[in-house]
């Protein structure tokens, strides 16, 4: 496997990226800090798939692939921008799998390091 681990941000806080019991894996929030730059995007377009991308790269890393996760929760600071957060959503998960998993998106007034959208996930092996 190709050094993925470095292609995973480092955690912000003191929690792990992700958590495995009983083939259930619980994926951290992941927001759009980029392994490249260390920095988040002010583009909503862009915060999007780096976030997917983590999450990605999280999965691979763990031997799993996107068709596993099952629940997606998507916070995002501005729900005026779920049009283009779908748009990109959809497009990475058809890449992938021909099932989305079940999702649930909500506003809130702010999240870590300023970003506009967070994404957690659970997956089943």
Do not use: H, W
């Not at 083939?23 to 995007?41: R, V």
């Amino acid at each position: 496997m190709k050094n993925i681990k470095k292609n995973i941000p480092k955690e912000i806080g003191p929690y792990s990226y992700i958590y495995e019991s009983k083939g259930i894996f619980m994926i951290s929030g992941q927001i759009p800090i980029s392994t490249k730059n260390k920095k988040i995007p002010k583009n909503i377009s862009l915060q999007t798939k780096i976030v997917l991308k983590n999450i990605k790269n999280i999965i691979k890393y763990n031997n799993l692939k996107i068709k596993n996760i099952a629940k997606i929760t998507i916070f995002i600071t501005n729900i005026k921008n779920i049009k283009i957060i779908n748009k990109i959503y959809k497009k990475f998960f058809k890449k992938y799998t021909k099932k989305f998993p079940a999702r649930t998106c909500v506003e809130v007034s702010k999240l870590p390091k300023n970003s506009d959208i967070e994404i957690d996930a659970i997956a089943i092996k």
